[in-house]
């Protein structure tokens, strides 16, 4: 089965800048990498998210899985390649910026209610189901030395146990915890905490990461009886769905195959071999699921193959060395995939 290159390259501007870059290996420098790169900067979908970022952190959380928190757009932005240095992303640097707690994380306006064991006010606080995301942006926008990065990264890398990370929430939230046993790790939090950490590349192979990964691997392999914080890895959890949001086979992929050491364990084997067999006979994937929040985006339909999500599940599938896909050479391209992280 081959990459389908040539029809991603027909695709929007940012998708052609990241095959290119991710599938291809193509130099950030190389003038069809740059002609890309300012297509997508030229987007209006791009620009509208940058916009809307723009008035960060945006409205108060109700749902962390809700597609359209305002953090979760920011990852995108991120994952498609946005730095610092681009146009508004200034902007939306400085006001993150402006709000870290004490202890180092990132902070959002959040209202917990007394049922959950808040106090119901509107307050700034942050927990580990968002504060991992907003470190990765602002680590994939360029600022992983900034000592204000630095100083999150260490005390949410220190939250770590023997069996990953639990479920924590900022001091200001009083007593709210999800739904589990204190005892437990909590499936998100691992998956948020080790995608930011796979991009730091101190902390890539750290015994904090080993824990996160094994965690979430090993509720793989126990998926039909282990289910902390209500975090299953049925039916629902093996649906292909981008962009990255919640808990879900491509998700899990997606970041469990950043880590070399992992790619001959035979739990990730099994699940790359679930989502390669759902590619159809031109190595095209479709979306099983979709976030309504997206449906403006070449991704928001279930009708046809995505060329967004092909992307994503190559890239996953090229960063494997036991799975490394064939690609066809086009102009300007070389002839072996180099994985982009």
């Not at 090229?318 to 002839?335: G, M």
Request: some cysteine.
């Amino acid at each position: 089965m081959n990459a389908p290159i040539e029809w991603l390259l027909t695709g929007e501007s940012w998708i052609v800048y990241r095959t290119r870059r991710d599938l291809l290996g193509q130099a950030e420098n190389d003038p069809l990498v740059t002609a890309a790169r300012q297509d997508m900067l030229a987007d209006v979908q791009v620009q509208s998210l940058v916009a809307d970022l723009s008035t960060w952190p945006g409205t108060v959380i109700a749902s962390h899985k809700s597609a359209g928190q305002p953090f979760h757009k920011l990852t995108f932005i991120a994952d498609l390649g946005l730095t610092a240095n681009d146009a508004g992303v200034d902007t939306i640097v400085a006001r993150i910026l402006a709000h870290q707690a004490e202890e180092g994380p990132f902070q959002l306006p959040m209202n917990i209610s007394p049922s959950h064991g808040g106090d119901g006010q509107e307050q700034w606080a942050w927990a580990l189901c968002d504060a991992p995301l907003i470190v990765y942006a602002l680590v994939k926008f360029g600022l992983v030395d900034e000592a204000a990065v630095q100083t999150a990264v260490t005390h949410l890398t220190n939250l770590v146990r023997d069996n990953g990370w639990p479920c924590v929430v900022a001091k200001e939230l009083g007593k709210f915890r999800g739904p589990g046993r204190k005892e437990d790790p909590c499936p998100f939090a691992n998956l948020a905490m080790l995608k930011a950490l796979a991009e730091i590349d101190a902390l890539r192979d750290s015994p904090a990461c080993r824990a996160g990964a094994e965690t979430l691997l090993s509720l793989w392999r126990d998926s039909a009886t282990r289910h902390p914080y209500m975090f299953y890895m049925g039916t629902d959890f093996r649906k292909l769905k981008v962009p990255f949001v919640w808990y879900d086979l491509l998700h899990v992929l997606d970041v469990l195959t950043r880590f070399p050491w992992l790619h001959d364990d035979p739990r990730l084997l099994e699940m790359l071999a679930l989502l390669r067999d759902k590619a159809d006979a031109d190595g095209r994937f479709t979306l099983e699921s979709v976030w309504m929040a997206w449906k403006g985006w070449e991704f928001g339909q279930k009708k046809s193959a995505s060329r967004w999500l092909t992307l994503m599940a190559w890239r996953v599938l090229a960063r494997q060395s036991h799975s490394r896909p064939k690609i066809t050479p086009t102009a300007s391209a070389p002839t072996t995939p180099t994985a982009g992280r």
